[in-house]
């Protein structure tokens, strides 16, 4: 994927620091919105280069949609992910059965490769402790399947069908 | 272990002392003299809400440029001792992808965020100095996720300068307005913003300071850890 | 505000869980671990101050300082993987 | 109109300074020669004013106000000074080529007189000061082992006097001699002061004054700074910068001898305080006799001969009788002029043979004689023999010393003058009779400046000599009561009678027959140097005695066993003491260990708060 | 000019220290040259000030933002600060010139932002009026200090300055404990306010909170025996810097110490604080004093020579009397004069001859007449000899320990003198009648400092009158608290 | 009485001089130093304390009479960046005696005294 | 008590629930990896209940208002982007600096994965460095 252009790039992180912006005051004052716009046009100018390579291209319905979506699905992993903890925990027994593992993914984008270490790393038993390329390896604290297409299946994949559209 | 016996003894007469000295001063009694006095006057005599702002800005703004003045040193400080011909980062592993991207984002944000706490700085807690802090912890971000990452040095040092300056120069110009060094000319003289008090654009130059100081602030830490993560690199 | 001892209770008890793992290692990475975990809790507990004392500006508080805590942790861990 | 006290004063400095600055011969010693007269000048113009009025001055300096006044006594010393220092002068102009001598010499010269002329301690000890630093000046260039010594002991005494002279301000509010006599005149009777303050400031101020005088055992200083240094200047320094010590004696009589009798009472009928001064006195005069005795350096027995001899005026002081105090003032004089006279006489012998030790002298008389007459007045005078000076002195103080019922006292000047010749007469006859080496045979007469010097001081010695009631006249004015009788020529004591001029003729009558006898009776035959030794017997070391070389071995011999004890070496091991101390100090203080430093901190903290807590 | 305009001796040094990045791109010599036209700048509003104060007799109170005190932090330039103010100016101008030379370490420009934020330090230490504000001028003064002792970038700069950081970093936190007491106990920072409400404390808040500060003080005051830092500090640090920190960091400590003391005479156990410095103050001379006897290290037995003569100041600081703090006073002038020139002559032999061991010195007389020259009359004034200027302080000292009828203290503190004049005399000894040489260049613009200070060193020791009204004036300042109190234009607030 | 605060400041403050007192690196020596500064920061903190009171922002309902002590914090936050300044400059020397000595140990970090 | 501040209590009281089992992990699993797999994940979770508790219990107070919700919301969303971001970070560092994995630990395809970069590099030294970038 190439990079879209500067001014793109600029806009886009403006828009997003705006927004930002209005949450962290959640004012209308226009003292404010002023402020806020010109903190977030040179905040903007000094950060767009390293915030994003596809601009606008980011703000795309689809992927917006598809990001909205993935925020219930990702909480329900995650609220599953406590209570697997929870049990681990308080299990007298402590059964767990670590190890590390090794995964693929079709994830190409920085962003996206990032959203699904953070993903696996809040969901059940894993954490990802390196990524090199596509490959991911995963501290699992109950290995079922130590094999990577094993391990990617239980792993990775039921994020990337989310992550492949929202970020590409 | 006789030693660590020694200071044991030796430290706990010397608290026992202090207690002695703190019971003296009642924990949670109202005592307030001068501050009573802030606290009746503030709003009006400096334009801030939070008063903790207006002593750090205004009543006692002498203290706060001598504090600036402290960490100019430390930074410049650091810059003298660890100065080197040629330097260069020492790191040997680049951060993960994770981390890179992660920083990626987060940056802007908490550059913005680091304006916000120092624009926000006579309505809410904050100011200048965490305003500096936040700044400078996305350049230290920066610096953690990219080990080829370098701040624009001679900028850097630069804006430290002119920031200092420029804080002193405000001072100076209270001093040719009002008469004294310091002095909050556009509020008292100019009266500028005193229908506003508790919205953003008030507090008299307390957010000019405090933007000087961000930046300042922001730019020194920076130096900082720069100056901290290299290492000579012989030739 | 009928359960604010049981938060109370709850976040001092994990503290001082935490605060064992600090002192007791045994790597220093486990220290680090429960520092973050620390940091994390102490920003929650934060927020919740802000509730009890009615203020929202320390809210911008609790942000700063998860800011900070997020800088200092990755910087310990950055160092610990073999010098910055 | 600068006042001529002021003048008096700082003339020889100021000539000092403008000697040194221009720096070119003859035109140097010309300015320094004025320089030295003038104060003898004044002094000599104020004679008369003097008798009838004290002359007073005061000067504001920092707040404190300096009282300088020439009354009778400080006319006497001034003057004695001043004869001194002329004298120094003359001798200097022949022997020195320094200006930086010059300098030093004229500053010591005027702190002499302001330290006599001083009527409060402010101006006194700034002078004394000075004319401390001076000499200091003087010996640093020629030795650091002495000049070290010197320095230590004189910075000793002044510390020493600076206390003393806080404690009575302290104590008095004041720094003015008027006004602290009158004070602690005031306080023998009130006791504010207690003995123990009074006995600090005794023995602080005996310290001060007893190592600028040379009293044993502070005397360790002085041979070696008096034989290093200028030997002409030494006619100064010996002659009449020790006089201050002696005069500090007087006035520790003067501002506070009421007080000290109150607080230490008497003692075999003796004032206490006094008794010590007079032993101090007593000892030096022997022990240092004794030193002299044994030295082999004609500098050196002669240093030593100063100390011992002003020995004899702390003695008499120290008898605290009004004779004694005429007998100790009059041999202020009578040293300042025979010992001032024996010094030039040593710079000239130095300065024409480039000798100091005896053993490398002989048969000088021929060579240079009018050298040789001074210094055998010099001999006369210092001997005691009548009628010189120094006999006038010595009898008056004997005199004293008996009427004082102090015998053991008088059998120390007894046994001092008998040491006393027999030093002198190893000078007389090593360095002027006998033998003369062979590398002394191309030596010419002293310079004139020189020999007017000696003259200068010769005079006074007989003069005073033969009418010694010209002095006795004066100090009875002083002294305000008829207590040396007589008149010019004769003195009259309660116990006894000197009739100085009936001696005199004597003298004159028996010496010319003596000379008619050595003109026409004996021959006399010379020899060669080989010959005297021995009978010809190998000469070995131990048996090398000859008048030119351990002359008095036996002697040392006999005295061995206190020769052991050197204050020298007491004083050094002393220091090498506290040096150590002052390592150890500094090695387990200033560890280098910051956690120790801490450490001081940590127990500074305790410190405070166990005294915060108890 | 209007009296507020004082504030430009803060305001000043700031901008210029700020300004030196800017001026980084035109070289070092431009930044040498601007160092010294700031300093001079600085020299000429602190002659204006003191002109000021002592022709009028009121001080000038620069009341920063407008705000009165207490409400405002205040500076003070009564007669003490203003003669001090000058002198801090004056000498650092001095080492301005000297840095031309002696400043061979890189970054330049570092060492030019040091320097300045060094004498705004000890400048702002001497003229605030709030307690806090000392506190914060006194970490100003400190912090770089420590990058300055350290400049050298040698191991042993680097050794020193650490123990310079850990001593007085445990002794700002006491300080700074101290000022949480007073400030819990009475509400206020500003001094004279303090000074107004001391007496209704609380005896023992104020007994700690006094000691503490003190403590804190002394540090920075180098009281035996918090003050193990300073011979590194002195001996390591550049010799510009070393003349700094000996002619008026330590100064500024002191001052602070006994203007504190003084505010709080009437806090019920000020009687036993001052004999406790009495006591510390004579331990430090002796102990400098046996210290420095034996050095081989020139450049350190001048500053174990310093301290000694610093303990000397403090004792008569602490004796609670005017003609003690006077006679303090006068010494601090005279010493700052003295210590400066032996410090930049010892200097300039060690940078010019490569270390400042006695071996360095051997034959210095003909080698650099002019430096030998003042090094001892540096020398022969610390002794203490008549016709230098601190005889007059020392004696002036002496006779008001004894007023007071500290006569141990006196007898103590002379006998230790005795030693000073030894290993003086060693010096001399070895510069004038030991070794030789071949002779030196000396640089003509060093040899004109030394000559001015050397001047300064004898016309005061000639005619000590006017630095004497001086420094009455200046004790007076420091002395009469109530004085003080009346001429701070303290607004109703509270009290 | 000793509230919890001072007792936990004056227990941190004693914390910090232990380190100093006691450690041999210079690097804990240095983070002793830290913790005594953060003891005091504590207690001056404490000091301006008022029972019952909120933060001195009056804004939200807060009137004069219902905030602490605004003093002491803004006292603390100077104190705050000061000991920041401190520290950074206590480190970078820490880092060159390391490279001149190749050691942290403060009894081998010794080559001034006496 | 309305409805938004049970609500808000209930996720509160959840949070705080979860910050102690994160402690609990912390204290009772056996070695650094294992307790990551608990604490960081439930210390998110925790936060995250906390912080949207707060924002919610507070509009249903009398002194509540949007921003509480919003700025809580900021908090939650930095916390969630950022702790993995520690975690991963804490754990690559536990591995390089030398940890070993739990003695009951089943497979370790890292250093497998390691092992074979570093033949790798030894068989092609002059191969550029594996950066990412
Ligand atoms: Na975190
Ligand atoms: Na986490």
Not at chain 2, 202 to 212: L, Q, V
Not at chain 5, 80 to 102: D, E, G, K, P, T
Request: hydrophobic share 55%; aromatic share 12%.
């Amino acid at each position: 994927m190439g990079e879209a252009s500067r001014i793109s790039r600029y806009l886009y992180t403006v828009i997003v620091l705006f927004l930002i912006w209005l949450f962290l005051t959640a004012s209308l004052d226009p003292q404010e919105l002023e402020i806020g716009l010109l903190l977030s046009l040179i905040v903007g100018a000094f950060t767009y280069e390293i915030f994003t390579t596809n601009g606008l291209a980011n703000l795309n319905p689809k992927r917006i949609a598809y990001a909205i979506a993935y925020i219930p699905y990702f909480l329900w992993a995650m609220i599953m992910a406590n209570l697997d903890v929870a049990y681990r925990v308080l299990h007298p027994k402590r059964p767990i059965n670590p190890g590390i593992v090794e995964c693929r993914t079709v994830l190409e984008s920085d962003v996206g490769k990032l959203s699904l270490a953070n993903s696996i790393t809040l969901t059940p038993g894993t954490i990802t402790l390196d990524v090199d390329g596509d490959k991911y390896f995963i501290h699992w604290i109950d290995v079922k399947d130590d094999s990577v297409e094993g391990a990617s299946k239980n792993i990775t994949q039921p994020f990337e069908k989310f992550l492949k559209v929202i970020f590409g | 272990m006789l030693k660590r016996a020694l200071a044991i003894i030796l430290l706990l007469i010397v608290g026992y002392w202090l207690a002695q000295g703190l019971a003296g001063v009642p924990f949670g009694q109202d005592r307030m003299l001068v501050a009573q006095y802030y606290l009746d006057n503030v709003k009006q005599q400096t334009g801030a809400v939070n008063a903790v702002t207006a002593v750090v800005v205004n009543y006692r703004g002498f203290d706060t440029l001598g504090e600036v003045t402290v960490l100019f040193i430390a930074s410049t400080g650091v810059g003298a001792l660890l100065w080197r011909k040629k330097k260069k980062r020492t790191a040997k592993t680049e951060g993960s992808i994770v981390l890179t991207t992660g920083t990626r984002l987060l940056v802007p944000f908490v550059m913005l965020f680091g304006a916000y706490i120092f624009i926000h700085g006579h309505l809410t807690p904050g100011g200048g100095f965490p305003g500096g802090a936040t700044i400078a912890t996305a350049f230290l971000l920066l610096y953690l996720a990219f080990i080829t990452y370098e701040i624009p040095h001679k900028g850097f040092e630069k804006t430290e300068g002119l920031a200092g300056m420029s804080y002193v120069l405000v001072g100076l110009i209270g001093l040719s307005i009002g008469g004294y060094f310091l002095f909050d000319w556009i509020w008292q003289t100019w009266n500028f913003g005193t229908e506003n008090v508790g919205r953003l654009l008030s507090g008299g130059f307390i957010p000019i300071i405090y933007t000087i100081i961000g930046l300042k602030v922001g730019t020194e830490l920076s130096g900082i850890i720069d100056n901290m993560l290299k290492e000579e690199v012989s030739e | 505000m009928i359960g604010i001892n049981i938060y109370l209770a709850l976040i001092a008890v994990a503290t001082l869980l935490s605060m064992y793992r600090v002192f007791r290692g045994p790597t220093t990475v486990d220290r680090l671990v429960a520092v973050d975990i620390m940091t994390t809790i102490t920003t929650g507990l934060m927020v919740l101050f802000a509730l009890y004392y009615q203020r929202m500006i320390f809210l911008d508080v609790a942000l700063v300082y998860a800011i900070l805590a997020f800088g200092g942790v990755i910087a310990f861990a950055r160092y610990m993987e073999g010098g910055l | 109109m600068i006042n001529e006290l002021l003048i008096i004063i700082f003339a020889p400095l100021i000539a000092g300074v403008i000697a040194w600055a221009l720096d070119i011969k003859g035109v140097r010693e010309a300015i320094g020669l004025i320089g030295a007269a003038i104060p003898l000048a004044y002094l000599a113009k104020l004679y008369s004013t003097v008798l009838n009025e004290a002359v007073n001055y005061s000067v504001t300096v920092s707040g404190f106000t300096l009282q300088f006044q020439l009354n009778t006594m400080s006319w006497y010393f001034a003057a004695v000074a001043s004869l001194v220092g002329l004298a120094m002068a003359l001798g200097m102009a022949s022997t020195s080529k320094s200006s930086y001598d010059w300098l030093f010499a004229l500053m010591s010269y005027t702190g002499v007189l302001g330290v006599f002329l001083s009527q409060d301690f402010v101006g006194f000890f700034l002078l004394w000061e000075m004319m401390t630093f001076a000499s200091f000046m003087m010996v640093i260039r020629r030795n650091k082992h002495e000049s070290l010594k010197y320095f230590v002991l004189s910075v000793i005494g002044a510390y020493a006097m600076l206390i003393a002279i806080g404690i009575l301000y302290a104590k008095t509010g004041a720094l003015d001699f008027a006004t602290i006599r009158q004070a602690l005149y005031i306080d023998a009777s009130l006791g504010a002061i207690s003995t123990a303050e009074t006995v600090l400031i005794f023995g602080l101020f005996l310290t001060a004054f007893g190592v600028k005088a040379g009293a044993v055992p502070l005397h360790v200083w002085a041979p070696g700074a008096y034989s290093e240094t200028d030997q002409s200047y030494t006619t100064f320094f010996s002659g009449a910068l020790s006089k201050a010590g002696a005069y500090g004696f007087l006035l520790l009589y003067i501002l506070m001898g009421y007080k000290l009798y109150a607080a230490l009472g008497t003692f075999h009928g003796h004032l206490t305080f006094a008794y010590i001064i007079a032993w101090i006195g007593a000892i030096t005069v022997v022990v240092a006799g004794f030193l002299a005795v044994l030295q082999e350096d004609i500098r050196k027995l002669f240093a030593y001969s100063s100390v011992s001899q002003v020995g004899y005026i702390l003695l008499a002081f120290g008898l605290g009788s009004s004779l004694g105090f005429a007998g100790g003032l009059f041999h202020v004089l009578s040293h300042a002029v025979f010992k001032g006279l024996f010094w030039l006489v040593t710079a000239a012998i130095i300065l024409q043979t480039g000798k100091t030790q005896f053993k490398d002298m002989g048969g000088l008389a021929e060579k240079m004689p009018f050298t040789f007459a001074m210094g055998l007045i010099a001999v006369l005078s210092l001997a005691g023999i009548p009628p010189m000076a120094g006999f006038a002195s010595k009898w008056l103080i004997y005199e004293a010393a008996i009427s004082a019922h102090m015998p053991l006292v008088a059998g120390a000047i007894f046994l001092g003058s008998g040491i006393a010749f027999a030093y002198v007469v190893r000078f007389l006859y090593a360095v002027w009779f006998g033998q003369r080496p062979s590398d002394l045979e191309d030596v010419k007469e002293a310079p004139l400046p020189l020999l007017i010097g000696m003259a200068l001081l010769a005079i006074p010695n007989l003069l005073f000599g033969v009418a010694p009631g010209i002095v006795t006249k004066y100090l009875n004015r002083m002294l305000g009561g008829e207590i040396v009788g007589g008149d010019y020529y004769k003195l009259v004591t309660p116990t006894g009678t000197y009739n100085a001029l009936l001696v005199t003729i004597a003298l004159t009558i028996g010496l010319v027959i003596a000379g008619l006898v050595y003109l026409y009776g004996a021959k006399v035959r010379k020899i060669k140097v080989t010959n005297t030794y021995q009978s010809g017997n190998p000469v070995t070391e131990e048996f090398n005695l000859s008048i030119r070389k351990n002359f008095y071995r036996p002697l040392a011999e006999a005295l061995e066993f206190w020769l052991k004890y050197s204050w020298d070496r007491f004083y050094e091991r002393l220091a090498g003491i506290a040096e150590d101390f002052a390592d150890s100090i500094r090695q387990s203080l200033y560890n280098g260990n910051v956690q120790s430093y801490s450490w001081y901190l940590a127990i500074v903290l305790l410190i405070l708060a166990l005294w915060g807590v108890l | 000019m209007n009296g507020q305009y004082a504030a430009l001796l803060i305001a000043l040094p700031l901008i210029s220290a700020f300004f030196v990045p800017l001026l980084k791109g035109a070289g070092k010599n431009a930044i040498r040259y601007f160092l010294i036209a700031v300093t001079a700048l600085q020299t000429g509003i602190a002659a204006w000030v003191f002109q000021w104060v002592y022709s009028t007799g009121q001080p000038i109170i620069v009341i920063a933002g407008g705000w009165r005190p207490p409400v405002g932090i205040n500076l003070y330039f009564g007669h003490f600060a203003a003669l001090f103010v000058l002198i801090v100016a004056a000498i650092s101008f001095l080492m301005a010139v000297f840095s031309l030379r002696a400043i061979e370490v890189e970054p330049i420009d570092k060492y030019a932002m040091l320097f300045l934020l060094l004498m705004l330090g000890a400048t702002g230490m001497i003229a605030t009026g709030d307690i806090f504000n000392l506190f914060v001028f006194m970490e100003i003064t400190a912090i770089s200090a420590y990058a300055l002792t350290a400049y050298n970038k040698t191991g042993e700069a680097a050794e020193a300055s650490m123990k310079y950081i850990v001593l007085g970093g445990i002794g700002s936190s006491f300080f700074l404990i101290g000022i949480a007491l007073i400030y819990g106990s009475l509400g206020t920072l500003n001094m004279a306010q303090i000074a107004q409400l001391a007496a209704t404390m609380d005896p023992t808040v104020a007994q700690v909170g006094l000691a503490l500060i003190i403590f804190g003080l002394a540090v920075e005051a180098e009281l035996f025996p918090l003050n193990a830092w300073a011979p590194d500090a002195y001996q390591a640090a550049p010799h510009p810097v070393t003349v700094m920190f000996s002619a008026f960091v330590v100064k500024a400590g002191l001052y602070a110490m006994a203007r504190i003391l003084y505010l709080m005479q009437d806090v019920g156990s000020w009687g036993s604080v001052l004999k406790l410095l009495v006591v510390l103050a004579t331990l430090t001379v002796i102990i400098a004093e046996l210290a420095a006897l034996r050095q081989r290290n020139v450049k350190r037995m001048i500053a174990y020579s310093s301290i000694a003569q610093i303990g000397l100041i403090a004792l008569a600081l602490a004796l609670g009397t005017q003609s003690g703090v006077d006679a303090g006073v006068f010494h601090m002038i005279n010493h700052a004069i003295v210590k400066a020139m032996l410090f930049l002559a010892v200097g300039y032999v060690a940078m010019t001859l490569g270390g400042a061991e006695i071996e360095n010195f051997r034959g210095l007389g003909r080698r650099m007449p002019l430096t030998a020259f003042a090094i001892s009359v540096g020398a022969i004034a610390t002794v203490g000899i008549p016709l230098f200027n601190i005889f007059w302080s020392k004696i002036r000292i002496i006779l008001a320990t004894l007023q007071v009828g500290y006569t141990w203290a006196a007898v103590l503190v002379l006998t230790a003198s005795v030693v000073e004049a030894v290993y003086y005399f060693r010096l001399l000894h070895t510069i004038w009648f030991e070794g030789d040489g071949e002779r030196i260049d000396e640089n003509i613009v060093i040899g004109l400092m030394v000559l001015f200070l050397a001047a300064l060193v004898v016309v005061i020791g000639i005619y000590p009158d006017y630095a004497w009204n001086l420094a009455q004036k200046a004790g007076n300042d420091l002395f009469n608290v109530a004085q003080y109190v009346k001429n701070v234009p303290l607004m109703g607030v509270g009290a | 009485m000793i509230s919890v605060y001072y007792f936990g400041a004056i227990a941190l403050i004693l914390v910090g001089l232990y380190a100093i007192l006691v450690k041999k690196n210079l690097l804990k020596i240095l983070i002793g130093l830290s913790i005594m500064e953060t003891g005091v920061n504590l207690l001056l903190i404490s000091v301006g304390y008022v029972s019952g009171r909120s933060a001195p922002i009056l804004s939200e309902g807060i009137g004069p009479n219902q905030a602490v002590d605004p003093i002491p914090q803004a006292l603390v936050l100077t104190a705050i960046v000061i000991g920041v300044a401190t520290t950074a400059m206590a480190l970078s020397v820490a880092m060159l005696i390391y490279e001149k000595y190749g050691t942290l140990n403060i009894e081998e970090i010794r080559r001034l005294r006496g | 008590m309305n409805a938004l501040t049970a609500i808000g209590e209930i996720l509160v009281l959840l949070g705080t629930f979860f910050y102690f089992l994160s402690a609990l992990g912390l204290i009772r699993m056996p070695d650094v990896y294992n307790r990551m797999q608990t604490s960081t994940k439930s210390a998110t979770l925790g936060s995250l209940g906390v912080l949207v508790g707060v924002g919610i219990w507070a509009l249903g107070t009398d002194f509540g208002s949007i921003p509480w919700l919003t700025k809580t919301i900021v908090i939650a969303v930095f916390l969630l982007l950022t702790n993995p971001i520690s975690a991963h970070a804490l754990i690559r560092a536990a591995y390089k600096s030398g940890i070993p994995l739990w003695e009951g630990s089943v497979v370790d395809k890292y250093r497998e994965h390691l092992e074979a970069k570093e033949r790798e590099e030894v068989e092609e030294t002059p191969a550029e460095e594996g950066g990412e970038e």
